[in-house]
């Protein structure tokens, strides 16, 4: 949790975060994940001033605990000080024991956010999926909370000015808003409806940049005229040219009958997709079973 200090932009973890997408998809399935087409709602997750604290954060938990389909689990939330935003004790179940920092007590609002990653915790624990380290694990679970529908609130409680800023989770904002674009082109949604902070709407508008450029890499035929250009002269080269510039994801290299296939990412999944070289092509990713227009 970043309080009044500085916070950290850019994409700095953004290959981790892709990796993320792609263990979710091999984990859950692509039928899995279809059933989460609806993020939480504000109403769901509202805490006024006047609320009881421990039976509004209850309250909350037990909203997320149903979003994520764990119908067994039952959150216990409790408050103290820490450095942390939260902290949740990862054990066999069903109770599972959540401290919150004490800062909620007087930022409610944002409860709802620091609920849904250490919720997810126990979603990605009972599913026995990790990261190793403890880096790539915070961002394993920032990545499954917002792609799977509960992520928005962690950009929203994202507010920074010349005097102060807060952000809560592992992602910088704009990585947030990175995998909360891929969720809406997935399920047509916008979640940008739903944000009360301005900082977190530029996040999400500045991710979604970002994965529509997914969408534009050579060899898919809504690549621009560069990038075309570039895979053109790659292509001449291959597989004997020189190694790829950085940015470039696809890769050449011959098949056991010395014919040329190309690999490149998935625009939706990441998982890597191998096809000839030989012209207009249309692949089937088999993991998220997105349909791609090729120019190989």
Same mark, same amino acid.
């Given at each position: 949790m970043a309080n009044d200090g500085p916070v950290e932009h850019g994409y700095p973890h953004?290959?981790?975060?892709?990796?993320?997408?792609?263990?979710?998809?091999?984990?859950?399935s692509y039928d899995t994940i279809q059933t989460f087409p609806t993020s939480v709602v504000p109403a769901d997750v509202a805490f006024c001033d006047t609320d009881d604290l421990y039976l509004g954060a209850q309250r909350v938990a037990h909203e997320l605990v149903r979003h994520?389909?764990?119908?067994?689990?039952?959150?216990?939330?409790?408050?103290?000080?820490m450095r942390h935003a939260a902290n949740v004790e990862l054990a066999a179940g069903p109770e599972y024991f959540v401290e919150l920092n004490d800062r909620f007590r007087t930022h409610r609002r944002d409860i709802g956010a620091a609920l849904a990653h250490e919720v997810m915790h126990v979603y990605l624990h009972r599913l026995d999926l990790s990261f190793p380290g403890v880096r790539d694990n915070e961002i394993l679970t920032d990545t499954a909370t917002t792609y799977l529908g509960a992520g928005w609130l962690?950009?929203?409680?994202?507010?920074?000015?010349?005097?102060s800023s807060q952000k809560l989770g592992y992602l910088t904002p704009e990585e947030f808003g990175y995998v909360l674009a891929k969720r809406a082109l997935v399920?047509?949604?916008?979640p940008s409806v739903w944000f009360t902070s301005a900082q977190a709407y530029t996040a999400y508008v500045k991710g979604m940049e970002l994965a529509r450029r997914d969408e534009r890499?050579?060899?898919l035929t809504a690549a621009g005229w560069a990038?075309?250009?570039?895979?053109?002269?790659?292509?001449?080269?291959?597989p004997a040219g020189p190694p790829p510039q950085p940015g470039v994801r696809?890769?050449?290299? %011959?098949?056991?009958?010395g $014919?040329? *296939? #190309?690999?490149?990412?998935? %625009?939706?999944?990441?998982? $890597?997709? *191998? #096809?000839?070289?030989?012209?207009?092509?249309r692949a089937r990713c088999a993991l998220c079973r997105s349909v791609l227009e090729c120019d190989t």
């Amino acid at each position: 949790m970043a309080n009044d200090g500085p916070v950290e932009h850019g994409y700095p973890h953004l290959e981790t975060v892709r990796a993320a997408i792609t263990a979710l998809y091999k984990r859950l399935s692509y039928d899995t994940i279809q059933t989460f087409p609806t993020s939480v709602v504000p109403a769901d997750v509202a805490f006024c001033d006047t609320d009881d604290l421990y039976l509004g954060a209850q309250r909350v938990a037990h909203e997320l605990v149903r979003h994520y389909r764990l119908p067994d689990a039952r959150l216990i939330v409790s408050f103290r000080e820490m450095r942390h935003a939260a902290n949740v004790e990862l054990a066999a179940g069903p109770e599972y024991f959540v401290e919150l920092n004490d800062r909620f007590r007087t930022h409610r609002r944002d409860i709802g956010a620091a609920l849904a990653h250490e919720v997810m915790h126990v979603y990605l624990h009972r599913l026995d999926l990790s990261f190793p380290g403890v880096r790539d694990n915070e961002i394993l679970t920032d990545t499954a909370t917002t792609y799977l529908g509960a992520g928005w609130l962690l950009l929203d409680a994202f507010r920074e000015d010349g005097a102060s800023s807060q952000k809560l989770g592992y992602l910088t904002p704009e990585e947030f808003g990175y995998v909360l674009a891929k969720r809406a082109l997935v399920f047509g949604e916008d979640p940008s409806v739903w944000f009360t902070s301005a900082q977190a709407y530029t996040a999400y508008v500045k991710g979604m940049e970002l994965a529509r450029r997914d969408e534009r890499q050579p060899p898919l035929t809504a690549a621009g005229w560069a990038g075309r250009r570039r895979y053109a002269r790659d292509r001449r080269h291959a597989p004997a040219g020189p190694p790829p510039q950085p940015g470039v994801r696809y890769r050449f290299s %011959p098949d056991g009958g010395g $014919r040329l *296939r #190309v690999s490149f990412p998935c %625009p939706t999944c990441h998982q $890597r997709i *191998r #096809v000839p070289v030989r012209g207009r092509v249309r692949a089937r990713c088999a993991l998220c079973r997105s349909v791609l227009e090729c120019d190989t």
